[in-house]
């Protein structure tokens, strides 16, 4: 009977392959989404296990962040960016949560994620979500969560609709400056946290620092920041 199954489930896989969606290659019968050589091979940072690192070097001066990491870096052709691009723009959602388990694992076990209270996605633009259907670093929150059993807040940090703050600035501006649009909605809730931060890519830091200094503003929150890749610029 198993082997009867077994000849249908390859006459299946046949007819609708399913690929993995870091390289491209045929799945295995016990792999979902993400094969077992794009798990190995991946390249690990490894940030969230030192203090003194380039994602963490992003902040120095310009905002105060406990701790830092990225998972992998986000390279033209890496698997992380074909998976991140899949998850995106190929709108497949269970690949954020299935990264962000991934990394939480490490995250989990290193004690990295160990006195964080509260995990909070980086909001997207209003406009994007609603287009998406869904923010993916809500998603990786979600993965990280199931992992470390951290609650996940997408409430108390908003984003600002871009027609609200951003129509009136010059390209200049909307190039450096995401000043001022996040906005904190329940500060009590927030009081003497300390914040995972969780984004999708970090690149020049921006985001987050924009982000990082409105929770800031709350009295005893500290911020520390994880992206699933770091974009060497
Ligand atoms: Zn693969």
Redesign the pocket.
């Known amino acids: 009977m198993n082997l009867l199954y077994d000849l249908w489930d390859d006459f299946i896989s046949l007819l609708f392959p399913r690929l993995?969606y870091?390289?491209g290659?045929h799945l295995l019968r016990n792999e979902t989404l993400?094969?077992t050589?794009?798990y190995v091979v991946i390249p690990r940072t490894n940030y969230h296990l030192d203090k003194d690192h380039p994602v963490a070097q992003l902040f120095w001066g310009r905002c105060m962040i406990e701790k830092a990491a990225a998972f992998s870096y986000y390279n033209k052709g890496s698997?992380i960016r074909n998976l991140i691009h899949n998850l995106k723009y190929k709108r497949i959602r269970d690949l954020g949560f299935e990264l962000g388990r991934i990394y939480a694992l490490s995250l989990h076990t290193s004690g990295f994620a160990a006195d964080i209270d509260m995990i909070i996605p980086v909001p997207l633009h209003p406009a994007k979500e609603r287009l998406r259907g869904f923010n993916q670093s809500e998603l990786i929150s979600q993965g990280i969560s199931d992992v470390t059993g951290t609650p996940v807040n997408t409430t108390s940090l908003t984003r600002m609709s871009v027609t609200d703050t951003q129509t009136r600035r010059s390209r200049y501006d909307r190039w450096t400056n995401v000043e001022g649009v996040f906005r904190i909605s329940d500060q009590d809730n927030l009081k003497g946290k300390h914040i995972l931060l969780v984004d999708d890519v970090i690149t020049t830091g921006s985001t987050i620092e924009s982000c990082a200094s409105e929770l800031l503003k709350i009295e005893g929150v500290r911020v520390s920041v994880v992206a699933l890749a770091f974009a060497v610029l």
């Open positions: 993995c870091g390289c290659n993400i094969c050589e794009c698997r």
